[in-house]
């Protein structure tokens, strides 16, 4: 057992050298599959694929290699088979030079080539072909101009009610500045018979003022003339009196001195 998992493990070195060898030599050949499934250990791994080596025989029959598939993983074997994304007698004269019988070879071969197969198609499915795209892109066109022609149709009714709005907005503005106008000269008119009308007061009430003023200034005229002759009247009469009383007293002093004299 220990000289079996010695001899699968050399085998299994072997098979990716001659793979990582082959794929140096045949990648420009390769463009259409992903550079992921390139490795060697996703395109044959241990899991997919057992060896059975003996200890006394040194090479192995077809019957050591046998994958573990399923019934519709064999139909899809046989569809994809057909095909072939590389130089298989390269890969197979690689796989010889390492070390493997052209069975073990062709059948690595066979194998690699129908994982290739499958990997193609899983990509092939995210993929579009030219006559198909061009239809995509054709109805892509034309939908987009039916969009257009909606687009232009939708703008051209809004804005014809845009237009009309405006319109109507427009004529309504123009009425509200007409009234405005006839208010505006309404309150002028009214706003300058008022003032004519306080004014004409105030004037009348000026004049007025002004014959009250001068007949007040008049009347205070013949007061103070009136006042002034009351004053040398009462003047005169005061001069009267102080000169009889001074010829009274001039009087007793002169029948007085008579008086003591005799």
Known sequence: MFLASISTTCSTQIIRNALNKFLKLNAPNLTLCRKKYYLPNRVCSLNSVRFNQTETSGSTSSENIKP????S??????IVAERSY???????????????????????????????????????????????????????????????????????????TLRNENEKLAMELKNFREQLNDEILKLKSGFRLDINLEKSRSNEQ???????????????????????????????????????????????ILGALRYFTI
């Open 73 to 78: 993983a064999k139909k899809s074997r046989n």
């Open 206 to 252: 000026l004049y007025e003022a002004t014959n009250r003023l001068h007949k007040l200034d008049s009347r205070i005229d013949t007061e103070i003339s009136n006042v002034r002759a009351l004053l040398e009247m009462f003047k005169a009469d005061t001069i009267r009196y102080i000169a009889g009383s001074l010829l009274t007293i001039l009087v007793i």
């Open 86 to 160: 590389f130089d298989t007698h390269v890969f197979v004269s690689s796989l010889t030079e390492n070390g493997f019988n052209k069975q073990q070879a062709e059948q690595l071969c066979s194998l690699f080539k129908e994982i290739v197969n499958f990997v193609s198609q899983d990509i092939k499915k995210d993929c579009v072909t030219k006559s198909g795209q061009e239809l995509a892109i054709q109805q892509v066109m034309i939908h987009i101009g039916s969009l257009k022609k909606d687009m232009i149709i939708l703008e051209k009714s809004e804005f014809s």
């Open 68 to 71: 573990y598939e399923s019934l």
